[in-house]
């Protein structure tokens, strides 16, 4: 343990720390689609240094095993952003693999088997129908080479064949088949929403051939978003519903639709993947749940009966999944001094066991920053949200009198949240002497509709005020150096980013990732799922160009004055390169300082180890140069072009 009596002195931003690029990249594992089938637990773990690709681990009877050796890789790109990627039941596995988009089936521990033709077709969230012998899921269809790919709920057969059961409308998520086999739910919607503007709850009846009929909506619409219709144990149908302003639990009984825990609390999330699990039934009357409230997860028993909640221990404070079989608890979860892992509760005994974490060594706790959750004042009155990590080292701290640069972050959806799970991601600039601040900005979830339709036409405003304000308010208050500010974003916040340092004169460099610069050019390369997103973030279509000219930063150029470095995955399909591209030689032409970084076989996020360790330490390099800070020897060049030496 190091000696905290005795700190050296050195300049933020070059204090020596054992969170480095690489330890970033091979320490991190991603861990997802957490599943129960009876004793058997199951999840995905992805795999850095096997390029990127995702595996299917279980434990069963105290042991770990692979069942999806390389190269199997368990993803589906329906959507584009995949997930409900497999399927545990009854002592088999089904899973999508990403290479040919075909599901197979693992019996035992047996090698995997091909179900469906894969191809074109796409398959997502499915669920077992056994006794029909068969697969029910969200299909998606690229063979008719149409503009927009065809969705439609799918029967596949142990046979092979394949029945279409649902089809008209753009999108469909989680078929859900009630324990007798009798019936099915579904959720739709149509464009121009996005699931959590607006989704439709349907209902029918399964028929002897296999069919649907009776088919009635019976929640949802334009202005009501619904999320994860279950069956409880006894058949009533239960769902999230954000009809009172929070997703809120309610059920379908005889004909009628009861709240069972009015509360000014998440228990649902927005729609970016399949296979989403917030709450699950320990018994027909008893529901186990995660919400969020003031942007931190609870976990508790909710009594279906008079809808009390009861809070179950435990150390998290974000919880991302769960899903529950009797008095086992499974959940996907972390907290600002543990990783985000894999633990099973025994609610019975409260007795909890961590299955898989994805930083197994984290480093001493004398160079983690605890967050602080803070609220402060933006624009036109309102409260925006963030977390702050304060610069900590264990062998370091600032030079007499110096403040430490400061680096906002704003996250991507941008329909989605910050956390305060530890991320060593956020903990490689901290223990280096830079601070972070991680906002939730106006538009985030996690906070109500209400602050979730802040960003509603006001994308590349709310969300940049928020940040600029963030900023400001931790310079006002002499935490940190107002001429050391600097912006990161990917996806959606790298729009922001760009918007912050062509239309606010605050921050001092910028680093974008895979970001937004035109955004009609997102429109015109956006894949379906996300095609009329723009006309809820932006304007509808009659306005959309006047605005979309007004807000992209790409037709403001003129305004940028500060360095930026560009980060760009050469296969991105959601954000494609010449959004990078463009952006880049605007700065180049007009002598602003600039580098751009190009990563093959990278899509929209980064998965390779090298290519994490290669971004981040090709940041670290440019925010030391561009200050005037000293870089050292182990860091790589990184090519700056009109920066003077």
């Keep these: 343990m190091p000696d905290q009596s005795r700190k050296q002195a050195a300049p933020c931003g070059a204090w020596t720390s054992p969170i480095t690029a690489a330890l970033v990249a091979a320490g991190s ?146 078929p859900r088949l009630s324990p007798d086999g009798r019936q099915l739910a579904w959720l739709s919607w149509d464009h121009p929403r996005m699931p959590w503007q607006g ?62 825990c009015p509360r000014e609390a998440e228990f649902g999330g927005p729609h970016w993947v399949f296979g989403n699990s917030m709450y699950g039934f320990r018994s ?10 003031a942007g931190v997860s609870r976990l508790a028993r909710l009594d279906t009966n008079n809808g009390l909640l009861t809070a179950i221990d435990n150390p998290y404070q974000e919880i991302r999944e769960l899903r529950v079989a009797g008095d086992t608890l499974v959940l996907l979860a972390g907290a600002p001094t543990i990783a985000a892992e894999v633990a099973r509760i025994d609610l019975a005994s409260g007795r909890r066991e961590v299955l898989a974490r994805s930083i197994e060594q984290l480093p001493e706790v004398g ?91 006001q994308w590349g405003v709310v969300d940049v005020e928020d940040c600029v304000a963030g900023a400001r308010y931790l ?46 050019g997102l429109d015109a390369d956006s894949h379906k799922f996300e095609s009329h997103y723009n006309e809820y973030l932006i304007a509808p279509k009659e306005r959309a160009d006047a605005v979309y000219a007004e807000r992209s930063p790409i037709n403001h150029t003129e305004k940028l004055r500060r360095p930026m470095i560009f980060f760009q995955g050469l296969d991105d399909k959601v954000v494609p390169p010449p959004q990078s591209e463009v952006m880049v030689e605007a700065l180049r032409r007009r002598a602003v300082p600039v580098a751009y970084l190009t990563l093959e076989g990278e899509g929209h996020g980064f998965r390779k180890a090298d290519s994490i360790v290669r971004t981040l330490e090709a940041e670290l390099v440019f925010y030391l140069r561009v200050f005037g800070i000293p870089v050292p020897g182990d860091l790589p060049a990184v090519e700056i072009e009109n920066l003077a030496a």
């Design 367 to 457: 160079y983690l920053s605890v967050p602080q959750s803070i609220g402060y004042p933006s624009a036109n009155g309102r409260t925006a949200y963030a977390f702050y990590y304060p610069p900590t080292n264990a062998d370091h701290e600032p030079l007499p009198g110096e403040l430490p640069p400061l680096m906002v972050i704003g996250h991507g959806g941008p329909t989605s949240m910050a956390s305060s799970t530890l991320k060593l991601a956020t903990q490689f600039w901290t223990s280096r002497g830079i601070a972070v601040l991680d906002v939730n900005y106006g538009g985030s979830t996690g906070f109500g509709r209400t602050y979730r339709d802040l960003l509603k036409e």
């Design 29 to 174: 594992t991603p861990l997802s689609g957490v599943l129960l089938d009876g004793a058997d637990l199951y999840w995905l773990a992805g795999r850095a240094s096997e390029g990127g690709r995702t595996t299917l681990l279980r434990q069963r009877d105290g042991h770990i095993d692979e069942l999806t050796p390389a190269p199997f890789n368990v993803r589906t790109r329906v959507h584009e952003y995949g997930g409900g990627a497999a399927l545990a039941a009854g002592g088999t596995v089904w899973f999508s693999h990403f290479a040919d988009n075909r599901i197979y089936r693992v019996e035992g521990d047996r090698e995997p088997q091909p179900l469906s033709a894969g191809g074109d077709l796409r398959y997502a969230d499915f669920v077992l129908d056994a006794t029909r012998r068969r697969l029910v899921g969200v299909r998606e269809d690229h063979s008719a080479g149409a503009t927009y790919p065809v969705n439609t709920i799918c029967a596949i057969g142990f046979d092979g064949l394949e029945m279409v059961l649902v089809d008209g409308n753009d999108f469909y998520s989680s």
């Design 284 to 293: 027909d009357s008893e529901i186990v749940c995660t919400y969020i409230e």
């Design 199 to 260: 989704t439709e709850l349907w209902l029918a009846d399964v028929a002897a051939d296999g069919t649907l009929m009776n088919g009635r909506l019976i929640a949802g619409g334009e202005h009501e978003a619904i999320v994860q219709p279950e069956w409880s144990p006894g058949g009533t149908l239960h769902f999230a519903s954000d009809r009172s302003g929070w997703w809120n639990l309610h059920r379908y009984d005889h004909g009628v639709v009861h709240p069972i």
């Design 475 to 520: 310079a006002d208050q002499g935490l940190v150096d107002r001429e050391r500010l600097v912006i990161r974003g990917g996806s959606a916040g790298g729009l922001t980013t760009l918007c912050a340092l062509a239309f606010h004169d605050v921050f001092k460099a910028g680093a974008s990732y895979y970001g937004v610069s035109d955004l009609k």
